[in-house]
């Protein structure tokens, strides 16, 4: 979906690959049998980890590595929802404004 956008990089991008990534955690997953975020094929991990450990590693909240639980990495959820409103409203501003760069 993004690549049909024109942006080759950018927050868009990151947040796309992330979600996409991400969304193998949602609520379709027995929690109660096995973690999500260890069931998780390696890379799936590590995108997310690169992705929390960069944008988040100043909240006051434990390091994320792929050997984490899902208990660790679900905590990061309302930061990484901020952090993409904030730049959806940034980007809509720009856009509103006839800046597309």
Not at 46 to 68: A, G, M
Request: charge should be negative; charged fraction near 25%.
């Amino acid at each position: 979906m993004v690549d049909n956008t024109g942006i080759s990089d950018g927050w868009p991008k990151i947040v796309y690959k992330f979600g996409c990534t991400f969304i193998h955690l949602s609520s379709s997953h027995d929690h109660m049998a096995r973690d999500p975020f260890q069931a998780l094929p390696i890379h799936e991990r590590q995108i997310i980890v690169d992705y929390i450990n960069y944008y988040h590693d100043n909240k006051p909240l434990d390091p994320v590595t792929i050997d984490s639980d899902f208990e660790t990495v679900h905590l990061y959820v309302p930061y990484i929802l901020e952090k993409i409103s904030t730049n959806l409203e940034f980007e809509l501003e720009k856009l509103e404004n006839g800046k597309l760069t």
